[in-house]
């Protein structure tokens, strides 16, 4: 069999696809010209193989994470300006960028207004967890309490929930900007709830904690929630103008300039053209 392998190009890649390796079978070809060439031994050779394969799956693994979480846009960390937040907490960033957080299942809760920069940094470090081996899903919280409400109707609640406690990290984007019904507010305490110690949950919200009550209406369950959630959570406050106030500042500034420089130009034309009439004779 061997011998028939080694002769049979053909046959060697018919079993490396049975045995799902594709990383063996787009490499074996011109590994084996450099084995032989550099006189390498059988297993080192096989070792190189090896290592293609692993390197194949590894990254194939970290895409279908980042695809399976759901992230709206792909933000990377590096991408953030700190300067623009210089009270944020650039340290402490970083230091959750490592992810030591999701398998002690704490919580990371971000509040500030809208547009300074929260829902970029939730998904650099959701994209991050993913890189680093951990299921992620991202949600924007109006549209989780609708998914958990059409669950409900569904009577797949408890599928809901059970696949949920399967993701190592859920991400809750824009908590704050549209109020909760009743029964909405109840099964996102029940999501909370749920998750509480076996989940990394990360929040964003626009709303400090006092005003929470706002989206849930019910002080009671409000408090219940916020002493599950904050309790081993990590707090980042993000204090400054919005980004898009920052743009349409910048732009402001480089209309005037452009107008100013428009409003010279016709006055020192009308000089130097002033300066030709006098020197004509």
Same mark, same amino acid.
């Given at each position: 069999m061997t011998d028939i392998a080694v002769a049979n190009p053909m046959l060697l890649d018919s079993y490396l696809k049975q045995?799902?390796?594709?990383?063996?079978?787009?490499?074996? !070809?011109?590994?084996? @010209?450099?084995?032989?060439?550099?006189?390498?031994?059988?297993? !080192?050779f096989l070792l190189a193989l090896a290592e293609q394969e692993v390197a194949r799956r590894e990254q194939n693994g970290r895409e279908q994470r980042i695809k399976s979480a759901h992230f709206p846009v792909i933000k990377e960390l590096a991408d953030f300006d700190f300067t623009a937040i210089p009270k944020l907490n650039r340290s402490k960033v970083l230091q959750l960028a490592e992810s030591g957080y999701i398998p002690r299942a704490e919580s990371v809760i971000m509040i500030g207004v809208p547009g300074v920069g929260k829902t970029h940094v939730a998904i650099s470090l959701g994209?991050?967890?993913?890189?680093?081996?951990?299921? @992620?899903?991202?949600?924007?919280?109006?549209?989780? @309490?609708?998914?958990?409400?059409?669950?409900?109707d569904d009577h797949r609640l408890s599928r809901f929930l059970a696949s949920a406690q399967k993701q190592q990290l859920i991400i809750i984007d824009e908590l704050g900007f549209i109020p909760f019904s009743l029964a909405g507010s109840h099964l996102m305490f029940q999501f909370f709830s749920n998750l509480y110690e076996r989940v990394?949950?990360? @929040?964003?919200?626009?709303?400090?904690?006092?005003?929470?009550?706002?989206?849930?209406?019910?002080?009671?369950?409000?408090?219940?929630?916020?002493d599950r959630l904050t309790h081993k959570a990590h707090i980042l406050e993000f204090a400054g103008d919005s980004y898009r106030f920052r743009q349409r500042m910048r732009k402001q500034k480089h209309d005037a300039r452009n107008d100013t420089h428009d409003a010279k130009e016709p006055k020192d034309m009308a000089k130097e053209g002033g300066n030709i009439d006098a020197a004509d004779p």
């Open positions: 045995l799902r390796l594709p990383g063996f079978l787009h490499h074996w !070809r011109s590994f084996a @010209v450099d084995a032989a060439n550099s006189n390498l031994s059988y297993d !080192r994209i991050q967890a993913c890189r680093q081996g951990y299921r @992620v899903r991202f949600y924007n919280a109006a549209a989780l @309490v609708n998914e958990l409400i059409q669950a409900q990394a949950m990360m @929040v964003t919200s626009n709303l400090s904690f006092a005003d929470w009550t706002q989206v849930f209406g019910d002080e009671r369950l409000t408090a219940a929630l916020l």
